[in-house]
Antibody
Framework: QVQLVESGGGVVQPGRSLRLSCAAS????????MHWVRQAPGKGLEWVAL????????YYADSVKGRFTISRDNSNNTLFLQMSSLRREDTAVYYC???????????WGQGTLVTVSS | QSALTQPASVSGSPGQSITISCTGT?????????VSWYQQHPGKAPKLLIY???NRPSGISDRFSGSKSGNTASLTISGLQAEDEADYYC??????????FGGGTKLTVL
């Protein structure tokens, strides 16, 4: 079935780096733009980044611009989020999501928790 | 990239209808017909309810409907049921091609 599975979360010290992965299955991954969305504990959803189906276009939230990099491997149906210079305020569950229309996230992963703490 | 404005909470009794508003600006909600709505139960991933202001994905009940006027979009849930108790979020495409979410609304079914 159509599925997204995130991995790579964990506890990391401030200033360090972490890479998240999102494995897609059940659909033609290379046909879809993909997003990362995060949710801090007890807080609302925050859009993080977008990558077009062909990796040509990438957009970021101001809060992560210059620190996070979104990428994808269409041959292996995987989405990535490289996070650098991590801050305590980056602590959140990170979700990957598939874009259907220009602003509809129709498939979500289960999320992976990133905790930035010393 | 300021978050869209939603009421923190709304409530209603079973069978009633409620409406959740989502206010943005002329650079997001007001500029495009690309507003979506999500339902999130505790500990679960969000679920798409409405996209492109008014469209429902297959499998979503017609009790959920969306609309937009100017810089404000709305989600209406009719015939409230106990399982509708959840958090609801709106989202919009923006003029810089980024996306923005609302702060979320907690729906309580009395």
């Amino acid at each position: 079935q159509v599925q997204l599975v995130e991995s790579g979360g964990g506890v990391v010290q401030p200033g360090r780096s972490l890479r998240l992965s999102c494995a897609a299955s059940g659909f033609i991954f290379s046909n879809y733009a993909m997003h990362w969305v995060r949710q801090a504990p007890g807080k609302g959803l925050e859009w993080v980044a977008l990558i077009s189906y062909d990796e040509v276009n990438k957009y970021y939230a101001d809060s992560v611009k210059g620190r996070f990099t979104i990428s994808r491997d269409n041959s292996n149906n995987t989405l990535f989020l490289q996070m650098s210079s991590l801050r305590r305020e980056d602590t959140a569950v990170y979700y990957c999501a598939r874009q259907n229309s220009l602003n509809g996230f129709d498939i979500w992963g289960q999320g992976t928790l990133v905790t930035v703490s010393s | 990239q300021s978050a869209l404005t939603q009421p923190a909470s709304v409530s209603g009794s079973p069978g009633q209808s409620i409406t959740i508003s989502c206010t943005g600006t002329s650079s997001d909600v007001g500029f495009y017909y690309y507003v979506s709505w999500y339902q999130q139960h505790p500990g679960k991933a969000p679920k798409l309810l409405i996209y492109d202001v008014i469209n429902r994905p297959s499998g979503i009940s017609d009790r959920f409907s969306g609309s937009k006027s100017g810089n404000t979009a709305s989600l209406t849930i009719s015939g409230l049921q106990a399982e509708d108790e959840a958090d609801y979020y709106c989202s919009s495409y923006t003029t810089t091609s980024t996306r923005v979410f609302g702060g979320g609304t907690k729906l309580t079914v009395l």
